[in-house]
């Protein structure tokens, strides 16, 4: 099979999977997640295999142009929500990651697939510099899911009459221990790709900053959670501030992605 | 055939239900009665405050004689008991058996206490022998049937007693319950009940009095945890998770500016206000303070409905869990009617080979051990193989209901 054809039987299994979450939350019935892992799991190994099979036909690390890096980050995702699971059953954190999966899917599959082959991109840096950023991005995403289901679930209590959102969200305390655990695992992750995609520009362009806008927000990003991280173990925060500064992290974390999947060079240095 | 005769608070008024209620100790007489002098092969008795029933197993519809057992029993006449009975027979009353233990036909839907009190209604009717294969069936699929609703739906999930509801408000607030630290504000009984639970899950108590300093202690000392004067409010409100407020005071207790002074203090911590007095005992704008979550009774109450209602959603996929189980049940009874026929049947044909092989013997003279065998095991396989083919078709049939209407011709085909 080709990474095509895999990716599309993936895009199918993620499809299930947030389909049958949305329907269970829009019903208002309790979210019964086995048949949504059993989709997800299927759909996880058909990613795999079809990233596998995209580094062979690539011929390089497969996280180069909007196809490639929309397909690894959302396996990325998934791999980080799988692992989450494994230790908190947080069903409803389901209700973020299924569908962004299925999305970033759905764009890999619209996109043609990067045919760029520059020498820049055999360093060993593409697959160290990438995996490391990726998996901070799916582990920011999980932080700023669980802060945004703490706002809900505050919301839900302030109003002290419970809808829906009531009796799907975790208690505020989990939601809240999640995205704070996510947020330093996040964070590391990020530092060591900043650190390796500096190193990354000296070894290509003989400088270690290329006055990029990914760069730029990347740093921006990196500052919030030093501050969030900061202000969680010096002052105490948690809850509501943690969860809104979460979010806005996220939000440099996720146009540096943006940024970085659709400007065609690995930086505007290489243009 | 399974009949249940009985009443519950849909169709009774309590002083009616109270008057059939059997006292536990009474119950082995009663159940030797229902199969002395009603005749009932099996018989349980299920008596609760919200229902009284009799199960039974007969072979004649006995319901009204099981009717008019209760009233004779109760010394009432049957004619006051009538319009407040009902009597269910066969699918009707595997259904009801299956409906009650899942707590599906329960005053407060899906409440728990229900199952043991049907299991102990079997117990005490299996000591008292009048437990046969029937009922021990019913009750076991029945019991499986109201386990599975219970963990593959929400019936039982979500408190409706307002205690309760307290509780899991706190759950849903900080989680696990343990050390965080609960502040009594005035020693009353629902503030201690609410308490209790609380504790039980592993909070710590603190609880203030006022003028009577004594009671106080006794509660703080029940709850395992401390006493303290109610001069230390703020103080107390600095450390507290949780805050149960319900004294007999006319006005408010807890104001807007004690918990504004306990908040600074908190680092963010969440805290969550039980106000249970009426009147109130803290100031209704505390609310509107960041990370301060009030619940006066009001909305405890209203939790509690909100709660119900999921109850009744989640009831709906307990029903087609049980009926899918309850149509099990009775497809296995009536793959059960076949077997006297089938018994019949075997015995007729083992008849005809051992009088064939009988015959053979005469014409061939003696045989040799070997051979005697080989006769016994050809003729015998020979019928096996012919009998097995209507053996499964006949269960079949009977599972689907369809045996009884054709069993004339059944027998007449088979030459019975």
């Known amino acids: 099979m080709t990474s095509r054809a895999y990716l599309l039987m993936t895009l199918g299994f993620y499809a299930v999977g947030a389909l049958q979450i949305l329907a269970q939350a829009l019903m208002g019935r309790r979210l019964r997640g086995n048949l949504t892992l059993t989709a997800t799991l299927l759909g996880f190994a058909f990613h795999t295999a079809g990233l596998s099979q995209r580094w062979t036909e690539a011929g390089r690390f497969p996280a180069v142009g909007l196809h490639d890096a929309a397909s690894f980050v959302a396996w990325a995702t998934v791999l980080v929500f799988l692992l989450v699971h494994l230790r908190a059953r947080v069903e409803a954190l389901g209700l973020f990651v299924y569908p962004v999966a299925f999305a970033l899917m759905l ?35 999980v932080a700023c899911a ?5 706002l809900i679930q505050e919301r839900e209590l302030k109003s002290r009459s419970p809808r829906r959102f009531y009796y799907l969200i ?7 221990t999640i995205s704070g655990r996510s947020v330093i695992v996040g964070f590391g992750l990020l530092t060591l790709a900043i650190v390796t995609g500096v190193l990354w520009n000296r070894a290509a362009f003989g400088r270690l900053w290329t006055w990029d806008a990914k760069e730029w927000s990347a740093l921006l990003a990196w500052v919030i959670y030093v501050m969030l991280i900061a202000a969680r173990q010096r002052a105490g925060w948690g809850g509501r501030r943690a969860a809104l500064l979460g979010i806005v992290g996220f939000g440099a974390v996720a146009f540096t992605f943006v940024w970085m999947s659709l400007t065609p060079g690995v930086s505007a240095a290489a243009r | 055939m399974i009949v249940v005769v009985g009443l519950s608070h849909r169709t009774a008024p309590l002083e009616v239900r109270e008057a059939l209620a059997f006292p536990r100790e009474a119950l082995p007489q009663a159940l030797e009665r229902l199969r002395a002098e009603v005749g009932l092969a099996e018989a349980m008795v299920l008596s609760t405050c919200n229902r009284v029933e009799v199960y039974g197993r007969a072979a004649a519809p006995l319901a009204p004689a099981v009717a008019s057992f209760l009233a004779d029993y109760h010394r009432r006449p049957a004619a006051e008991l009538d319009p407040f009975l009902y009597r269910l027979e066969g699918e009707e009353a595997v259904r009801h058996a299956f409906r009650v233990a899942a707590s599906l036909d329960s005053m407060v839907l899906g409440e728990p206490q229900i199952l043991g009190q049907v299991k102990e209604a079997y117990q005490i009717a299996e000591k008292a022998g009048s437990l046969g294969a029937v009922l021990n069936a019913l009750r076991n699929r029945s019991i499986s049937a109201a386990k599975r609703a219970r963990t593959e739906t929400g019936i039982g999930e979500n408190a409706v007693s307002i205690s309760y509801v307290a509780v899991e408000l706190a759950r849903k607030i900080f989680g696990e319950l343990k050390d965080r630290s609960v502040l009594l504000v005035g020693a009353g009984k629902m503030s201690e009940l609410a308490a209790r639970h609380l504790v039980r899950g592993g909070a710590q108590a603190t609880v203030l009095g006022g003028r009577t300093f004594q009671r106080a202690e006794q509660l703080a000392a029940a709850l395992g945890g401390k006493a303290a004067p109610f001069e230390s409010l703020r103080a107390e409100l600095a450390r507290a998770d949780i805050v149960i407020s319900g004294t007999g005071a006319p006005g408010i ?36 303070l960041p990370g301060v979550f009030l619940y006066d009774l009001d909305d405890l109450r209203s939790v509690a409905e909100a709660n119900l209602r999921e109850r009744r959603k989640e009831a709906a996929a307990a029903e087609t869990l049980v009926e899918g189980e309850v149509l099990e049940f009775l497809e296995w009874r009536r793959s059960l009617e076949v077997v006297p026929l089938l018994v019949e049947l075997r015995q007729r044909a083992d008849e005809i080979r051992r009088a064939e092989v009988e015959k053979a013997r005469k014409r061939l003279g003696p045989l040799t051990p070997e051979q005697e065998q080989a006769l016994e095991a050809v003729t015998t396989a020979i019928v096996n193989k012919l009998l097995h083919p209507p053996t499964v078709h006949l269960k079949e049939m009977a599972g689907n209901g369809h045996a009884r209407e054709h069993m004339g011709l059944i027998r007449k085909l088979l030459g019975l």
Do not use: N
């Not at chain 2, 004690?258 to 209704?284: E, K, M, T, Y």
């Open chain 1, 107 to 141: 764009v890999a599959a619209l996109t043609p697939a990067s045919e760029r082959d520059d020498p820049i991109l055999k360093s060993l840096f593409l697959p160290i510099h990438t995996t490391l950023a990726f998996f901070g991005y799916a582990a920011l995403f």
């Open chain 1, 146 to 150: 669980m802060g945004v289901l703490y």
């Open chain 1, 170 to 176: 975790p208690s505020l305390e989990r939601c809240d």
């Open chain 2, 253 to 288: 207790v807890v104001q807007r500016e004690d918990v504004q002074a306990a908040c600074s203090g908190r680092r963010q911590r969440p805290l969550f206000l039980i106000d249970i007095a009426v009147p109130r005992d803290i100031d209704p704008r505390a609310a509107d």
